[in-house]
């Protein structure tokens, strides 16, 4: 007698009897369908990126700093011998404040508005992640040393230079004319707009 499988056109010729193709249909069933381990898994999976999503968010002080705005800052980004320039606009609005980065054609490149505690998006530009963490950073360079330890519990600060461990490493030639460090990199240089830097 030929060897018949479930689901084989031998099966479904030979007349098999009603009890094995209950056995085919459960074989089937038990295959296809999702076991209890495997819907924690993909839960426990689903938990982990969202996790990992919110760990890798920049930190934002406890209160907004008092900073001298509007601002106008040149950044200029090196990373892997490339340099890109960009052009920053930070601003007050209502009880928020608003970061406009474009390029040096004016062409923009990232916005956002930090309102209470948060980032939102101002316009229809897809989400920068990148600028986000930029933008953190610059807020906490530019955060007075007085209110620093308020606003970022884990900053360490010396003369010319402030950190937040295995984040952010700034370097100050004046209080707006600054070197940034991201572990990985990028590397920034900041100084206000219509100065040069070295």
């Known amino acids: 007698m030929p060897n018949?499988?479930?689901?084989?056109?031998?099966?479904?010729?030979?007349?098999m009897p009603d009890t094995a193709k209950v056995e085919c249909e459960t074989a089937f069933a038990s295959k296809l369908a999702p076991t209890i381990s495997d819907v924690w898994r993909f839960f426990a999976f689903g938990v982990a990126l969202l996790l990992s999503?919110?760990?890798?968010?920049?930190?934002?002080?406890?209160?907004?700093?008092?900073?001298p705005l509007p601002l106008q800052l040149h950044?200029?980004?090196?990373?892997?011998?490339?340099?890109?320039?960009?052009l920053l606009v930070i601003q007050r609005e209502g009880q928020g404040i608003r970061w406009s980065m474009m390029d040096p054609l004016g062409i923009p490149q990232a916005r956002q508005q930090l309102i209470d505690g948060h980032w939102q998006a101002d316009g229809l530009l897809p989400p920068n992640p990148q600028a986000r963490e930029l933008f953190a950073a610059l807020l906490f360079a530019l955060t007075p040393a007085v209110e620093l330890s308020r606003n970022y519990p884990g900053a360490l600060q010396s003369d010319g230079q402030r950190s937040l461990p295995e984040r952010w490493n700034i370097?100050?030639?004046?209080?707006?004319r600054f070197e940034l460090n991201l572990p990985q990199g990028p590397h920034y240089r900041v100084s206000p707009l219509g100065e040069s830097t070295p």
């Not at 950044?75 to 960009?86: F, K, L, S, V």
């Open 4 to 15: 018949i499988t479930c689901g084989s056109e031998l099966a479904r010729e030979s007349g």
């Open 53 to 67: 999503a919110c760990a890798s968010q920049a930190p934002l002080p406890v209160d907004n700093p008092t900073l």
């Open 75 to 86: 950044i200029e980004r090196q990373q892997a011998g490339q340099r890109q320039d960009w």
């Open 171 to 176: 370097r100050y030639a004046q209080p707006l």
